[in-house]
């Protein structure tokens, strides 16, 4: 996630002069945005089969709230980013080639109104992920760090 963070920042607010490497820049992004949306659906597929353990007992309910709206979110930006990211891009009339090798249909033709619409959606999930994240980290300093519960540990 971290690389595709950065190399979706570094396109849209330092946009290489390099075309080549604008064009590699963005292949990764892409390229690996593909790979999040599997290992994500496998990583469901597999808590669905191997649910966590419970959250310790003196957990407030608002931290539980928390925490599992947190996840949910992550997991539901986790498959729709790389969606909203390859519909963009096919909308704006770019193909795909996972990691320049094999060639990925598109399923919409060109449409710059709709990758307007798409890219901004885009960028809103972004933003939504970045601060998912920092949210979630924010979650192991509490715990580690204030309530001093464990929680880490039940993930071993």
């Known amino acids: 996630m971290l690389v595709i963070i ?24 892409e390229s690996l945005g593909v790979v999040v949306f599997f290992l994500a659906l496998a990583r469901i597929v597999y808590r669905r089969m191997h649910p966590p353990p419970p959250l310790p007992p003196d957990t407030p309910p608002l931290i539980q709230l928390c925490a599992h709206v ?7 930006l986790l498959l729709l980013m790389p969606v ?7 909308a704006w ?31 809103c999930g972004a933003i939504a992920i ?9 979650g192991v300093v509490y715990h580690t760090f204030v309530r001093r519960d464990g929680l880490l540990k039940r993930m071993t």
């Open 130 to 138: 970045i601060l998912l994240i920092g949210g979630h980290l924010g």
């Open 6 to 29: 950065v190399a979706g920042l570094w396109i849209s607010y330092f946009e290489p002069a390099d075309q080549a490497l604008k064009f590699r820049l963005y292949n990764l992004h």
């Open 84 to 90: 909203i990211g390859f519909l963009a891009t096919n």
């Open 93 to 123: 009339g770019f193909p795909l080639s996972l990691f320049g090798v094999l060639p990925l249909p598109s399923p919409i033709g060109k449409d710059e109104a709709l990758a307007q619409w798409l890219s901004l959606f885009h960028w």
């Open 70 to 76: 947190t996840h949910v979110a992550l997991y539901a």
